[in-house]
């Protein structure tokens, strides 16, 4: 969940605030969920935690790609 939380925070648009977090995700990771985070949590991209929240709510809905990521972590 933590890793989850630490990639939402790029999926947000704030790259330095990530730079400043948690274990390290691949870029491929992130690629994963940014579109779906802003199709599905885009009201709330301003928060990551909201937006981690918010894509476990839609995670029947997410990419494939973004459902892997979010149960690898």
Do not use: N, Y
């Not at 949590?41 to 995670?59: G, I, M, N, P, T």
């Amino acid at each position: 969940m933590l890793r989850t939380l630490c990639l939402v925070i790029v999926l947000a648009g704030s790259g330095a605030a990530w730079a400043q977090s948690g274990p390290p995700h691949s870029a491929a990771e992130e690629r994963a969920c940014r579109g779906d985070a802003h199709r599905f949590c885009k009201e709330v991209l301003h928060d990551e935690f909201q937006v981690a929240s918010c894509l476990q709510e839609h995670r029947e809905h997410v990419s494939r790609a973004c459902r892997a990521v979010m149960e690898s972590h």
